[in-house]
């Protein structure tokens, strides 16, 4: 299905994926998926337990490499990892042998781009999101929030043009969840990446996104992508108006019959 706006930056054609364990009958997890993703665009998916979304996500990273179909980003054929794409996974990952401001700084030592260019712009990330001064403390010394947030420098100091996000604030309290979606709302609209987030959560998925797609069980297909009619720059009370409700019983409406989502 197409973008809403601008030019296309991620295509889906006809996208499946099927796992064959030795032991076992295979699993389709994806099937036929086609989705057109904007750039500049902040995309969620939602759906139960089991539908694919995670392993969307991982094609789309480069971390799952065979597939039927094709995946671009820019026009390039995903096979591997690409630079222009940045991943922030369920739980931050970080190395506890390296402070934060080290964690940050690993994609800079991956793809062995300018230190000293790149460092700054580490130092400039941490302080937009509030880990100004925690840059030689160690991962066990922050919150799991700020670890999170120490995720998301570490996905955009390359500079990439994609943010993948997989349910990275699941594990959070529901205050600080709340307090990383307003952050993350205000770093996408600061930053202009394109963003592709899986959430188990509908109302968190209405008030981030441009677009919702909605994945049905295994096997994962696009039941439905729905469009948020809010304001980018919205608050946490446009959930509660006519067009966050709308968007919210909207995407519910597929999940009540199973009692399958959040």
Excluded at 89 to 113: D, G, H, Y
Excluded at 195 to 200: A, E, L, Q
Excluded at 202 to 217: H, K, N, S, W, Y
Aim: with cysteine.
């Amino acid at each position: 299905m197409p973008a809403t706006a601008g030019s296309t930056l991620i295509s889906v054609r006809n996208l499946s994926k099927i796992y064959k364990p030795k032991r076992s009958a295979p699993t389709v997890a994806l099937d036929d998926i086609q989705l057109d993703v904007a750039e500049g665009e902040f995309i969620a998916l939602v759906g139960p337990s089991g539908c694919g979304k995670t392993t969307l996500m991982n094609i789309l990273a480069g971390l799952v490499t065979t597939y039927d179909g094709e995946a671009t980003v820019g026009g390039r054929v995903i096979n591997g990892p690409l630079p222009e794409v940045g991943v922030v996974f369920q739980t931050p990952t970080l190395l506890p042998w390296r402070t934060i401001e080290q964690n940050v700084m690993i994609p800079i030592e991956v793809q062995r781009l300018d230190r000293q260019r790149y460092t700054e712009r580490a130092k400039k990330l941490m302080a937009t999101v509030g880990l100004g001064g925690f840059e030689e403390k160690y991962p066990r010394e922050l919150s799991g929030g700020m670890q999170q947030r120490a995720g998301i420098c570490r996905a955009l100091v390359h500079d990439p043009a994609v943010l993948l996000m997989d349910e990275p604030f699941g594990a959070l309290d529901a205050m600080t969840r709340e307090f990383m979606n307003e952050e993350l709302r205000r770093i996408w609209l600061g930053s202009g990446k394109t963003i592709v987030f899986v959430t188990h959560s509908i109302p968190e998925a209405v008030f981030l996104a441009d677009r919702v797609v909605v994945m049905t069980p295994r096997p994962g297909r696009i039941a439905e992508i729905v469009p948020v009619d809010l304001p980018r720059t919205r608050s946490l009370a446009d959930l509660t108006s006519k067009a966050g409700v709308e968007a919210t019983t909207r995407i519910r409406a597929h999940f009540d019959q199973v009692a399958a989502i959040d």
